[in-house]
């Protein structure tokens, strides 16, 4: 059988890492998935192209993270049936979920390359993008079946305490987008529209690599030809545990869609600048973020096995590491963000209005290690809807109103825009604070 990790028994912190190091690796692949393409771009095509990019990106992102964070109800299922002995259940469930996961592709696939030109002009995209932000959305939404199936396979085999597998497909992928990115961009000078190409071609190209290589793996449980269906009861938990956390993503992701609205209608060179920003922004934010999958998975299983003060020994031991790293992503975002963005822009207007609004998120690295984790821990504990309940409150409370009425404030500021997200943040933990009060009051939690 595979090798996979138990976290139910002996030390804690040396297999939290040992999870959360390719779970950290295949974060960071899947961040310079992302920005190979707007570095390319950047250094090959027009500002116009790195706007459509980067808008483009970002609202594909957003409906990317919707279909992880309900496959997370898989994920939490799977690892809590590892915790409670019960591996070979994860065939049915396993099962069901491609079944599911499978309609929903295939609906977005038919849906996002009509509805482009409206998604451009919800997103206020500059007219000089306008068009080519509309292809980006086209090419990556007709292979939103490729998409999905690319995140569910890292999804099944993280519930089972593998965080190699998931790694591999992205190292793949990773490889494939350079190689496209190289040959569409750079070489053919097709800008956003290669980007897509290649982007959408990595996937495909991953999806099936991967697939030939798990075949000859040996798993907990098996995948039967009769497991493969709609089972009422199954598909009802996936979007049980699922759905508050899908939602929750989709509501923060929209919320970072009508900042990117706002500064896209203030120009093209601001609409470019916070596009690199965010790029940035994905590696400076890998640790917590690699702790926050890390926790769903180390909690789950503590849960399904009874080991609540095992739990919160791993979310504090988690909370103190990715903190550590957050002081120095502070620093260098902060007071480095110029040369953090140049990587990403030749324009000199672009780096500087990226490292403005880094210079938020700079405060913000000092925050989500609290947060990130605490988001992990609640949903290895199954209490996905406090999740729903607190990102939407941050994102639509303090996050949307902040940035519109900082953006009306003369002379408008990136940094100020972008000061809406730590500010935010800061109502996030709070809130998590309060709901762990009320959980070891009431008893529903002891450790």
Request: with cysteine.
């Amino acid at each position: 059988m595979e090798k996979r990790i138990d976290f139910t028994r002996g030390p804690i912190v040396a297999p939290l890492l040992k999870f959360a190091g390719p779970v950290l690796l295949a974060l960071f692949l899947q961040a310079m998935y992302g920005a190979i393409d707007l570095m390319i771009v950047g250094k090959f095509a027009s500002a116009a192209d790195v706007s459509a990019v980067s808008t483009g990106s970002q609202i594909m992102m957003t409906i990317t993270n919707l279909i992880s964070s309900l496959c997370m109800g898989m994920t939490i299922i799977l690892g809590q049936k590892i915790g409670e002995q019960k591996a070979k259940e994860g065939g049915d469930i396993v099962g069901s979920g491609l079944v599911l996961f499978l309609i929903i592709g295939g609906v977005l696939a038919i849906l996002l390359p009509i509805l482009a030109p409206q998604l451009a002009t919800i997103m206020h995209a500059p007219k000089e993008a306008y068009e080519l932000t509309t292809w980006y959305i086209r090419i990556c939404g007709g292979g939103a079946i490729i998409i999905i199936a690319y995140n569910l396979i890292g999804g099944i085999f993280r519930g089972i305490g593998d965080s190699n597998t998931p790694l591999v497909t992205v190292i793949i992928a990773c490889i494939c987008n350079i190689i496209g990115d190289l040959l569409f961009v750079a070489g053919f000078h097709m800008g956003t529209v290669g980007a897509a190409i290649a982007t959408v071609s990595a996937q495909f190209l991953s999806v099936v690599i991967s697939l030939k290589l798990i075949a000859k793996k040996q798993l907990p449980f098996q995948v039967k030809r009769e497991g493969i269906r709609w089972n009422n009861n199954i598909i009802r938990k996936i979007f049980f545990v699922g759905s508050p956390i899908a939602l929750q993503d989709l509501l923060v992701g929209i919320s970072f869609l009508v900042i990117l609205a706002v500064v896209n209608s203030l120009g093209l060179t601001e609409s470019a600048g916070v596009g690199v920003a965010e790029k940035v922004c994905a590696f400076i934010m890998l640790v917590p973020a690699a702790f926050m999958q890390s926790m769903s998975a180390f909690v789950a299983q503590n849960r399904g096995a009874g080991r609540l003060d095992r739990a919160w020994k791993g979310f504090r031991s988690a909370v103190l590491i990715s903190f550590g790293f957050g002081v120095c992503m502070f620093y260098a975002a902060f007071f480095h963000g110029d040369v953090l963005s140049g990587v990403f822009a030749n324009e000199v207007p672009v780096i500087l209005a990226s490292a403005d609004y880094l210079k938020a998120y700079a405060i913000d690295c000092l925050l989500t290690c609290f947060l990130f984790c605490f988001i992990g821990f609640y949903n290895g504990m199954g209490q996905t809807a406090f999740v729903m309940a607190q990102g939407i409150i941050g994102a639509f409370a303090v996050r949307v109103p902040v940035s519109f009425v900082m953006s009306k404030l003369e002379p408008v500021s990136l940094f100020r825009i972008g000061l809406a997200t730590p500010c935010s943040t800061v109502l996030q933990i709070l809130l998590c604070f309060g709901f762990l009060f009320y959980m070891r009051k009431s008893r529903r939690l002891e450790f």
